[in-house]
């Protein structure tokens, strides 16, 4: 993966990645970050993390309980509620419909160019 990604794609699958993560396991925003970027997203920051967590959260996707930290403030940890579950899997199905349309039209040969002078 690259280290910059085309906002406005990322913007679109931003959500279903955050669900992902979460439903793999419970967590807090600054290590749901840190997850997306090794997972090659090195260009997601917070700032663009913790509010889509509000935001599904807002939605009743996610719910939150805070933890006792010994490194400092309590953490707000995030996991998917029953609506987060179905989110992600219509979204999954999604993607994968929509990643499949994109193959099948990129994977078309194209036309030769036409040589110049002819």
């Known amino acids: 993966m690259t280290s910059s990604h085309d906002p406005q794609l990322l913007k679109g699958v931003l959500s279903l990645l955050l669900l992902h993560l979460l439903a793999e396991q419970e967590s807090y925003g600054y290590e749901v970050a840190q997850r ?12 663009t993390v913790y509010p889509a967590l509000a935001r599904l959260e807002r ?3 996610l719910t939150t309980r805070l ?24 979204g999954t199905t999604g993607w994968a419909r929509h990643v499949a349309g994109v193959d099948a039209v990129l994977a078309r040969p194209l036309p030769t160019a036409p040589q110049k002078g002819s």
């Open 59 to 61: 939605e009743g996707r």
């Open 36 to 47: 997306l970027q090794a997972a090659g997203f090195t260009d997601v920051l917070e700032g």
């Open 67 to 90: 933890v006792a930290s010994s490194s400092g403030p309590a953490r707000k940890y995030y996991r998917l509620t029953d609506a987060g579950h179905q989110a992600l899997a219509t």
